[in-house]
């Protein structure tokens, strides 16, 4: 059964440091692009960042450029999110997602029902 399972999240101050981790089990997750997502209550769900690493692609929202750092170990079949610099704005509940495409320049965030998404890890930031 495949699973994508993410992990790394808690609590933390504002202006501090995170690193989320997403495992693949029954899946190679070097063989899709793979996206992070969050959603907050009551807050529509919003694509944060997506990696290609085949071709070492990546792609960052405007409101994480600078801060997040998306990046893979195929050894261990699992992609990060190192997220510095943490804002309360950033509290969400954070999803991996094995996707089709990343975002480019000129297009948004392509969803397929054949998508696989994990179970979510919460990130709370808050003093």
């Known amino acids: 059964q495949v699973q994508l399972v993410e992990s790394g999240g808690g609590l933390v101050q504002p202006g501090g440091s995170l690193r989320l981790s997403c495992v693949g089990s029954e899946i190679t997750l070097s063989h899709y692009p793979i996206g992070w997502f969050r959603q907050a209550p009551g807050k529509e769900r919003e694509g944060v960042s997506c990696l290609i690493g085949i071709d070492h692609y990546t792609y960052y929202a405007d409101f994480v450029k600078g801060r997040f750092t998306i990046s893979g170990d195929n050894a261990k079949n699992t992609v990060y999110l190192q997220m510095n610099s943490l804002e309360p704005e950033d509290t969400a509940v954070y999803y991996c997602?094995?996707?089709?495409?990343?975002?480019?320049?000129?297009?948004?965030?392509?969803?397929?029902?054949?998508?696989?998404w994990g179970q979510g890890t919460q990130v709370t930031v808050s003093s």
């Open positions: 997602a094995t996707l089709d495409k990343c975002p480019r320049a000129y297009t948004g965030w392509t969803l397929t029902p054949d998508d696989f």
